[in-house]
């Protein structure tokens, strides 16, 4: 990492101000190449941490591209833990891409995606969950999503993560000595000991598994989707949360043949409303396909509002949907409650069985209220606050649940007492597996594929 690299770290476009940002050993001698005062003088020296106003000169026209602010950051107090450079100039595509190009043309190459997060991490500035959090941070679309990732950021998860890599390790070490000085083992007491502290470990570590859901839900967002016989208004009801016409309406049942997904806020979080074709018994050819992928958004569903239609007789395929939905995680949904009821509610208990039952009109947008406080309560079940400590990404959960499994061997070899080699095989997988979230085992291919979601600037 001795070249020095450089982009735009600004979004494209117009805009009030574009940073370019470049960081290694000799950015600052490449910006003072192109950096002048305010009346045209070359600058020998500059402080750190420090705005200076100047002008960004072309060397080869003595032409002035721009009047800018340039602050220099010396390692290893940047972001990259290098010497970082960022030139404020004023926001516009043209004006960053020549400066940019200067900065190219005079020692410095363009970065890769994600290479400056990727130097932090690689720098020690920061570690792999830190990093992932960076990304997570960026594309927040949610004061949920925001949170989280500011704690993931901050370390909250991290330390936890490192706490238990090193109550392991003592453990560890304890198992190493007995094979080190075999005529002494690990006594009784020892054995009872690391027994213990090993199922509190492998408690804290299942703990942090049960926490994925509503991770993912705070960092993706919940996924919800409508579901009901044809008709009877879900189309009517997503283009109502959207408080848009996306969905096409018409009094013909079977219009919606496909699967339509669209974001809504709702209170701190964001949720992912799905849109789906209407079930039945005997669909058309051309409906099958969107009947299908319906079954497929209800399995995937973190929620399925279930739609019957209140001034319509409840009809074989109000008993199909009941059936299809049977075990899923659901909320019940009465539509059309502005029209005559054709159906007592008590005959709908009978046929589904829920804890919540919510009553509106898409079309005259009343009870939404309630619908939306239920939708909320039903995919958050908790709250979190800020000494929260959860996992939202698929990665952790699979290191920790390999953690898991290698502790119970572990647990299983000490219990049996069997030799502390076996013991110490399936103790170091299991810290091996903590270490790979921290990032301090971890290969190049997992590293390309995070750090190449990133955008180039970050």
Same mark, same amino acid.
């Given at each position: ?16 101000? /574009? ?24 600058? #020998? ?12 000169? &072309? %060397? ?5 591209? &721009? #009047? ?41 190459? *363009? ?41 993931? @950021?901050?370390?909250? @998860? ?10 392991? *390790? ?59 016989? %044809? ?70 569903? &973190? ?25 899923? %995680? ?9 029209? %005559? ?6 005959? *709908? ?5 829920? &804890? ?9 947008? /009343? ?40 502790? #119970? ?50």
């Amino acid at each position: 990492m001795s070249d020095i690299i450089a982009s735009i770290a600004t979004p494209k476009g117009e805009g009030g101000i /574009s940073i370019i940002r470049s960081s290694g050993m000799g950015s600052l001698s490449v910006a003072l190449k192109i950096f002048h005062t305010p009346s045209g003088n070359p600058v #020998e020296k500059i402080s750190p941490n420090i705005a200076h106003f100047g002008s960004i000169y &072309d %060397p080869s026209t003595r032409n002035c591209i &721009d #009047e800018v602010v340039l602050t220099w950051f010396k390692n290893p107090k940047s972001y990259t833990g290098e010497d970082v450079v960022e030139i404020s100039a004023h926001g516009g595509t043209f004006v960053s891409s020549r400066i940019l190009g200067l900065v190219l043309d005079y020692g410095a190459r *363009l970065a890769e995606p994600g290479e400056f997060t990727r130097r932090a991490f690689m720098n020690g500035r920061i570690d792999l969950s830190q990093a992932e959090a960076v990304a997570d941070l960026i594309s927040a679309a949610s004061d949920k999503a925001l949170q989280a990732a500011i704690l993931q @950021l901050k370390g909250r @998860l991290s330390k936890k993560i490192t706490e238990l890599y090193d109550r392991l *390790l003592f453990v560890l070490s304890q198992v190493e000595a007995a094979i080190d000085f075999p005529e002494e083992g690990l006594d009784f007491q020892k054995r009872d000991s690391s027994i213990s502290e090993l199922k509190q470990v492998r408690e804290e570590v299942s703990n942090l598994i049960n926490t994925y859901k509503q991770g993912k839900i705070s960092r993706d967002g919940a996924s919800v989707a409508l579901a009901g016989k %044809p008709n009877v208004g879900k189309s009517s009801l997503l283009n109502t949360l959207l408080q848009e016409d996306r969905a096409i309406v018409t009094p013909h049942p079977g219009t919606t043949r496909d699967t339509l997904e669209e974001k809504v806020r709702i209170k701190d979080t964001h949720i992912n409303i799905i849109d789906s074709a209407g079930l039945r018994r005997h669909p058309e050819t051309i409906e099958q396909e969107g009947i299908r992928r319906t079954r497929l958004a209800i399995d995937n569903a &973190d929620l399925t509002l279930v739609i019957f239609d209140r001034s319509q007789p409840l009809d074989e395929n109000d008993d199909l949907i009941c059936k299809e939905i049977h075990e899923k %995680p659901k909320l019940v949904v009465i539509n059309k409650c502005d029209l %005559p009821e054709q159906w007592p509610i008590e005959q *709908l208990s009978q046929k589904i069985e829920t &804890d919540t039952v919510v009553f509106i009109s898409a079309k005259e947008q /009343s009870g939404l209220d309630s619908l939306i406080n239920a939708i909320y309560s039903c995919v958050i079940k908790e709250e979190t606050n800020g000494e929260a400590i959860f996992i939202s990404r698929e990665r952790h959960r699979l290191n920790l649940v390999q953690a898991s499994l290698s502790l #119970e061997k572990t647990l299983t070899s000490l219990e049996s007492q069997l030799s502390e080699e076996f013991v110490a095989i399936d103790l170091n997988i299991a810290m091996n597996h903590l270490a790979t979230i921290l990032g301090k085992v971890v290969e190049d291919e997992l590293l390309d594929q995070i750090f190449n979601s990133f955008c180039i600037g970050k």
